[in-house]
């Protein structure tokens, strides 16, 4: 249920929308047989229009989307692949569920061949980061993991941000009981810059669960082994469910990482000083091998922006980054002596129904795909209503968003696209309805280097672009047709103007 109600914060009052969820934690653990059923009930009340907006219009309806305040709440399950049912018999790609003011709605999703990690999130669209502030208090998002064979310990990171910019409160995502008290633990003087730090699973200082036990089954182990036995592991499923953040994962144990997006990969072991880019809406499986605490603590520089100066940081080690003026928060523990490296012992990691090596499109032929090149925009400011306060209008291919299709690919055809951004600004991309191969990438300048992770022949949903750079990917629909949306996942980026609208076409309707 969506709500507005105001708070205090010293002599400021902040106009905040709340987003609840009830019956359900910030992660839902379901099986693939099962359906995930999801109803918004949005009581936000009607804003006095602007003289020339309506603010009834949904989300399709905006020309372009972004450019009117409106009271309507729409919402997406990032990563699934299935169509969903909105009630009344169709199917449709979820970025078309809008809920206007003073209505509700459900939608199903059956989640049989679909991805093992999605998360739905709802999706206030306006202008400006600034003139409407967002709460969501246990709710809001959540992430969905379905359950597989592998049997480690698991803890689900649900990561939110508290956002301070010129000293106020900005924005917080996830919190519980948001009162004027939810600074206190912060200490420093933030009035001169912009910091953030991550709610973990909705909270500010999470409580963990215990950590599971040493592997090591009786003191008659063989010494051969002892490396591997003797130590505890952890399987992280991370998820970066915020807006505009992306985190820079900095962990002080060595770990494997075994997916991404929600799709399993090979096996990869990754040193401590190996960092991990996750954009917003990006999820990460890894293995976390060691002893002791391990904490996070964040600090924000820039917002939106990731370069050389690594502007953007979640570090996952021993203690604060020196020079935070946050408190460190505490992210997951585990058992064992700490290690220097990995276990050497192999990782059972199962293959995906979706995507597996017989799946790879890399071996394709230039002439056998349907190309295409979208090229991200940064339009002129223009005033916007309800203030007219100037703001940035973005695009693709120097159009901002319109509500009609602008690209079209074919089930029966292998989509080759390739991102291009030639700024330095961070403009994260995500594909909604199917996952992408990477095929190839590409930095015009030494700015971009510390900003993706990916490899060719990897499988995501959602990437950073090299800032400034490129990224070739590949794609073939499953079958399904209808329309669906590719875009920023920077939503003040989208909502202005980043996204286009894709039509998925069956193969006997194909115009190539």
Known sequence: MVKERNITLGDTTLKLENYYKVEAPKFILASPKDTLSISVVNDLKVTQPDSDSDEHLSMNDLPPRGT????????????????????????????????????????????????????????????????????????????????????????????????FFDGQLRSVKGARGLTS???????????????TTFLVNGELNPTLPPPPPSSSSSSSSSSSSSSSSSSSALRLRICNAGVGDTILL?????????????????????????????????RLDVIVYGGGKVYSSCKLDELNYIGPKTDVHCWLGSGNNP?????????????????????????????????????????????????????????????????????????????????????TTCNSKVSEWTIINNSTTNHPFHLHRVHFQIVNFS?????????????????RDTITIPSPGEVKIRFMN???????????????????????????KDEKECPF
Request: with cysteine; glycine share 8%.
């Open 68 to 163: 009117l305040q409106s009271s309507t709440i729409s919402y997406h399950l990032h990563g699934f692949h299935g169509p969903s049912s909105p009630g009344d018999g169709s199917t449709t790609d979820d970025f078309m569920h809008s809920v206007p003011p003073s209505s509700a709605q459900t939608t199903n999703y059956p989640l049989e061949d679909t991805v093992n990690h999605m998360y739905y999130h709802l999706h206030h669209h306006t202008t400006s980061a600034s003139v409407t502030l967002e709460t969501v208090e246990n709710g809001g998002s959540t992430s969905v993991i379905l359950e597989d064979p592998l049997t480690i310990p698991q803890q689900v990171v649900h990561l939110t941000a508290v956002n």
């Open 250 to 282: 900095n962990f002080t144990s060595p770990r494997v990482e075994i997916g991404r997006d929600g799709v399993f990969s090979s096996p990869r072991a990754k040193s401590p000083d190996v960092i991990t880019v996750l954009p917003p809406g990006s």
């Open 478 to 504: 499953d079958g399904w047709v209808g329309e669906s949306l590719a875009h920023c996942h920077i939503f003040g980026h989208e909502d202005r103007g980043m996204a286009v609208k894709v039509l998925f």
């Open 443 to 459: 930095c015009y300048s030494a700015e971009c280097l510390n900003n993706f992770d990916y490899e060719i022949g990897d499988w």
């Open 323 to 407: 020079g935070s003026t946050f408190p460190s928060i505490e992210l997951f523990s585990i058992g064992g002596p700490p290690l220097s490296s990995v276990p050497s012992s192999p990782i059972p990691v199962p293959s995906h129904p979706l995507y597996s090596s017989s799946t790879s499109l890399l071996s394709l032929p230039p002439s056998s795909v349907h190309p295409l090149t979208l090229k991200y925009y940064t339009g002129p400011k223009i005033p916007s209503p309800p203030s007219h306060t100037p703001s940035t209008i973005y695009g693709i291919n120097l159009h901002p968003y319109t509500p009609t299709v602008s690209v």
């Open 181 to 195: 008290s939810l600074d206190a633990g912060v200490t420093g003087d933030t009035s001169k810059f912009k910091k």
